[in-house]
């Protein structure tokens, strides 16, 4: 078995931390079959080429690229060796965000360097070929969210020629946009501008529209997959209704609406608005009193007090998730959002809108008084640590909207807006936003603490950081600019799909850069205001590109799907069945007779290797001994390294992330990448231990957000076990810990390689 | 209290054929002496009693009103009666609610061949009503207001479906009720804003929430629902607040 060794100096980034050449000259020693070579950036097509005349040359049976994470430029490298030999036969070693950002003594981390690559040489000795194979893909897609987002996206799939099945939870398609009065920077209409959408989205005959539905289970493999729908009942057979509005004129419930935001009143039988997609009425039972009276005077007998849910199936090539936000409920805090004169953002949009409840007149609720002095409270709820710590992005620019648009028809009414910074980056923003102070709306420059209710009026507890004098701002109405949070549909599809969220609990994308609409399963994407807070003209970015993904990914009948799967050994295997009961996939067949596993719902976790007790089932690619090969050439180098089992979900990401921080981390800690922290057994706990490491720990994603469902609660289990192993051995269980963290929580990994190095000096 | 006892009371009494009409019959072939202040209107059931009928006696000099029905289980329409219990229900809270004597209209069940019971009751309810004293002259508005909300399709509605909405078990009657309860209050209260655009012409909020002496946050309940229907419509300024008067006048 020959083996390359490529070392990568990234220019200065880990030419400046390690000692490039003293690596290369130390792994040439090492005997003939392993050969080092080193290049300034081995990315690039120079380095590339080097990697395959080497290959060629030299015949090389496997390759060991160190440098920057497989994250990063892994496919690159993939490629590229795939071109020569079997793209699997090439391993990296991660020395640039887990060496050389982290250890700040050039001699340390020239050493752990040594120790990552040793890693990951012993492992490249066991790789094997892998070879794929090729399945059919269905040309459905599912939309999960009928926002602007997915109404945008689904026009472009259907102009690509594929099928569309919309899901929305509400009564309508349209999401939040249509309810907006006018959209910044250009102040259109936004239901002008949404409304062609609508249309086209509901005239298509390529997309089924499926409203108050919702996606309860997933299952099947990325090109086939099976979606279940829930439809709650609408009481209205949507085949006879016209939505000709006689039934909502004659019901005698008034009831605080929905949609308006508790800002005007909605029949118990009604359509959220004139343009509904499907333009259908609706019951909402639970203010029906069921006196009756829609049923008397619909003429197309269209109401239907007896409808029920419906559950169905449908199959899918591919999923997009496009739930969307909705904003931060600051009821009963220092905001004081119940007093009826502080509005949401959401709310102000509902009465701007001139179909609206007030016909967009400024009036507020307590009385219907048109405010004398209305102020804008910004970062209400965001960038404060007690809520969210990241900024919303869009609040600065859409209180700016409104405040300019309210001043232009009531150019007497005082209007101010306390904020803290204004992020105006946008093409257009900063003009629209000068033009706004022209206009006479007083911005000033301070953080509200507190909104005191005076009566009807309220009092705005503000420090001027200008003149660093607290101030109090008389308002007779307020308007909050509630940051964004994930929708409750974005959070319930988190968990019905497996999607990984990042801390600030918005789905996140296998690489927020490169690769921002993509997840970790292949065939699941995500857009819009699912990923992050952002203003509807990157949500129509994000359709288009997202759009495009997915064609990439259906426009063939099949796909390739490689064979990284488990495999099971039939003369080992003694047929229990422990593996087939454990994966979450239903990837292993039986016949009783036999054991087998179905490639192509395989999602190779190889949580059925740690559970099977005569080890007969292994993984083809992370195998138990590909493993402990890794751990074994990590500790020759370094014996008392704390080895760290990093999921590739979650826990390596936070690693890759304390990297690129900059964060110091103590060149003891070695990582060694698992596809998912229920893969690590509870000999890869142990062994270390054996041969002198000091200490092991894992980590996996947050509870209830692991990639394949329960890994992570498996290797709880396994983790709790293999410490009452060590008390009994005296090696002493508080040296092997698990911690969760997700992919976006870099400071979390830092601190747990710090607590695991305290650990290990005690 | 020497007024009070040369007062006669008028009553108007809404009998159903079936029982409570013949219970009278009854009453005078026994020769059942009571008092002479009843005026009985025959109606086919109890169940047919309008409110507004019971409104219109009392505009129209009846110092009280009662119905009189079969009693439960009893009615020859299956389920009249109690339409005409839940009625009355409402329309004695709705007394209270607007500060009315709700002692003034009664419901009771008297079978045909309870003529001596019918006698009893009668009498009953005129001492009650000769207690009472003649109908205050400052009900009349409150009588018009009523009836006002009383005529209205929304109320009408609710009134209309009660036999539908819970007999068929389809919604908790304490529910139901406490929903009509509160659209009649909200009607009455809309009867008495349309009342204030006729005297006083266009009204703003505050001017309506004096007029009508409930918060301004639930006049502008009203304002939204009136728009909404295309009722009221915004015509001028006044003070920071619009003035509403009726569409098209």
Not at chain 1, 143 to 167: N, Q, R
Not at chain 1, 363 to 371: E, F, N, T, V, Y
Not at chain 1, 546 to 564: G, H, N, Q, W
Not at chain 1, 680 to 692: A, D, E, I
């Amino acid at each position: 078995m020959k083996i390359g060794v490529f070392i990568c100096f990234c220019g200065n980034n880990i030419g400046g931390y390690v000692n490039v050449p003293e690596l290369t000259d130390y792994f040439n020693t090492l005997g003939d079959d392993v050969i080092a070579f080193n290049t300034t950036f081995l990315c690039s097509e120079i380095g590339q080429d080097l990697i395959k005349d080497k290959i060629e040359e030299l015949n090389l049976d496997a390759v060991v690229v160190a440098s920057c994470s497989p994250k990063h430029h892994g496919s690159i490298f993939q490629n590229c060796i795939g071109e020569k030999i079997n793209q699997y036969r090439w391993e990296f070693a991660n020395i640039r965000e887990q060496c050389a950002w982290t250890t700040p003594n050039k001699k340390d981390a020239t050493e752990k360097a040594k120790a990552i690559i040793m890693g990951a040489i012993e492992k490249a000795k066991l790789l094997k070929d892998i070879g794929s194979t090729r399945v059919p893909v269905t040309k459905d897609v599912l939309i999960i969210g009928g926002g602007i987002t997915g109404m945008h996206a689904s026009l472009e799939l259907t102009d690509k020629g594929f099928h569309v099945h919309m899901v929305e939870k509400k009564e309508t398609i349209g999401g939040n946009m249509v309810r907006f009065d006018r959209v910044f920077p250009t102040d259109d209409c936004a239901m002008c501008t949404s409304s062609p959408i609508l249309a086209d989205v509901a005239m298509n005959k390529l997309i089924d529209i499926y409203s108050l539905s919702e996606v309860v289970e997933v299952k099947g493999r990325p090109g086939e997959y099976k979606i279940k729908i829930v439809k709650r009942p609408r009481y209205v057979d949507e085949k006879k209704c016209t939505a000709c509005g006689e039934c909502t004129s004659h019901c005698p419930v008034e009831v605080w609406s929905e949609w308006d935001e508790g800002m005007g009143l909605r029949a118990a039988i009604f359509k959220p608005l004139a343009q509904a997609v499907p333009l259908k009425n609706r019951i909402e039972r639970d203010s029906c009193i069921r006196c009756g009276t829609c049923e008397n005077v619909c003429k197309a007998g269209a109401v239907l007090y007896d409808d029920t849910e419906r559950e169905f199936e449908i199959t899918v090539g591919a999923i997009l998730v496009c739930t969307g936000y909705e904003l931060i409920d600051l009821t009963n805090t220092e905001y004081h959002q119940e007093h009826p004169n502080v509005l949401t953002g959401f709310q102000l949009e509902r009465i701007k809108v001139p179909s609206g409840p007030t016909a967009g007149e400024i009036l507020r609720p307590s009385d219907g008084k048109m405010p004398e002095h209305l102020v804008f409270v910004q970062c209400a709820g965001s960038r404060d640590r007690r809520y969210n710590v990241y900024c919303s992005k869009i609040c600065c620019m859409y209180a700016t909207k409104n405040a300019r648009l309210i001043k232009a028809e009531n150019p007497h009414m005082k209007i101010s807006v306390c904020y803290i910074d204004m992020r105006t980056a946008g093409r257009g923003y900063e003009e629209f936003f000068d033009k706004a102070r022209e206009m006479g709306i007083n911005y000033i420059r301070g953080n509200v603490s507190e909104i005191v209710p005076d009566g009807e009026d309220l009092i705005l507890k503000v420090e001027d950081t200008f003149t660093s004098e607290p101030i109090d701002v008389r308002a007779d109405m307020v308007v909050l600019s509630n940051g964004l949070i994930p929708s409750q549909g974005t959070k319930d599809m988190s968990s019905v799909i497996h999607i990984v969220s990042g801390a600030d609990k918005f789905l996140a994308p296998v690489h927020v850069k490169i690769a921002p609409v993509d997840t970790a399963s292949k065939g699941i994407y995500i857009a819009g205001t699912t990923e992050a807070p952002k203003p509807i003209q990157e949500c129509i970015t994000d359709a288009g590109l997202v759009a495009s993904r997915i064609a990439t990914f259906l426009k063939d009948p099949e796909i390739e799907i490689d064979l990284t799967t488990s495999k099971i050994n039939p003369e080992v295997c003694i047929k229990c069945g422990t593996c087939a009961e454990n994966c979450v996939y239903d990837a292993i067949e039986t016949s009783g007779e036999f054991y087998e596993v179905r490639d192509v719902s395989c999602q190779a976790c190889g949580k059925c290797s740690v559970t099977c007790p005569t080890n007969a089932i292994d993984l083809s690619l992370f195998s138990e001994d590909q493993i402990i090969k890794q751990v074994d050439g990590i500790l020759h180098e370094d014996p008392d390294a704390i080895i760290g089992y990093c999921c590739y979900q979650c826990g390596y990401n936070a690693a890759d992330l304390a990297g690129t921080a900059k964060a110091n981390i103590d060149p003891s800690i070695k990582v060694v990448l698992v596809p998912c922290s229920g893969r690590v057994t509870m000999q890869h706990m142990l062994y270390p231990f054996f041969k002198g490491a000091k200490g092991v720990f894992l980590a996996a994603c947050l509870e209830g957000q692991c990639h394949y469902i329960d890994g992570n609660l498996q290797a709880k289990e396994k983790v709790a076990l293999s410490k009452k192993a060590l008390d009994i051995m005296g090696v002493g269980g508080r040296k092997l810990n698990l911690f969760n963290m997700s992919s976006a929580e870099g400071p979390k990994f830092v601190a747990a390689a710090k607590r695991m190095v305290e650990i290990c000096q005690e | 209290m020497a007024e009070s006892t040369s007062f006669e009371p008028k009553i108007v009494a809404f009998t159903c054929n079936w029982c409570s009409y013949a219970g009278a019959d009854l009453a005078g072939t026994s020769r059942v002496q009571y008092a002479p202040n009843m005026r009985i209107i025959r109606v086919m059931c109890s169940g047919r009693v309008e409110p507004t009928f019971i409104l219109e006696a009392l505009q129209n000099g009846a110092d009280g009103v009662c119905v009189l029905g079969c009693h439960f289980g009893d009615c020859h329409y299956i389920s009249g009666n109690y339409e005409a219990a839940r009625r009355m229900e409402l329309l004695k809270k709705l007394f209270k609610d607007i500060g009315m004597d709700d002692r003034r209209i009664m419901i009771e069940r008297v079978s045909a061949s309870e003529g001596d019971r019918f006698g009893s009751v009668v009498n009953a309810f005129t001492e009650q009503i000769r207690e009472l004293g003649p109908l205050p002259e400052d009900y009349q508005e409150s009588l018009s207001l009523m009836r006002g909300a009383l005529e209205g399709e929304r109320l009408r509605i609710v009134l209309g479906s009660t036999k539908r909405a819970f007999e068929e078990g389809e919604i908790e009657e304490e529910r139901y009720n406490t929903t009509m309860h509160d659209i009649a209050l909200e009607e009455i209260e809309r009867v008495k804003m349309m009342k204030a655009l006729t005297e006083n012409g266009p009204q703003t909020v505050p001017e309506w929430a004096e007029y009508v002496g409930v918060p301004k946050m639930r006049i502008w309940r009203h304002v939204l629902a009136l728009t909404q229907k295309n009722v009221i419509e915004v015509v001028g300024e006044k003070e920071h607040y619009m003035q509403y008067q009726r569409r098209g006048v």
